[in-house]
């Protein structure tokens, strides 16, 4: 797909309203989805299909069984993205380029310390003022995804 901005990953999300909101930010955005791991949810769930609501059959996606097999399909690896609350360099800090991976873990614990320490100097935050540990998940990759966006110029 020539017209691909991004690629967004959600290691084993856990809600398909999520998901789904996910998916049709995605297809506004140009972008890739893929899953990766163990789903807290079927891909037919109706509460996936109601929050992509008709536009899932637009969605580019895909579903990888793990970490592993989805890190076979990466060719240029420091183009990976972490998204975590555990660092301080925010994605105002970070220069994203078309065709990045945007990676963000399950809604109740983030990604895992594994996954983390396989690119100690990949990972980026988004700046929190008030008094939370973290933003919806699909907040989340809206905002990283627009950042990202703004960044390549929009046009």
Known sequence: MSDLLFRVVLVEPEIPNNTGNIGRTCIGAASELHLVGQLGF???????KRAGLDYWQHLKWCQHKSVDSWLETVEDKSRIHLFTTKTKNTIYNKEFRKGDWLVFGKETKGLSADILSMFPDQHVTLPMYGPIRSLNLA??????LYEAIRQVDFT
């Open 42 to 48: 079927e891909i037919t769930d109706k509460r996936l």
């Open 139 to 144: 907040n989340a990759v809206s905002i990283g």
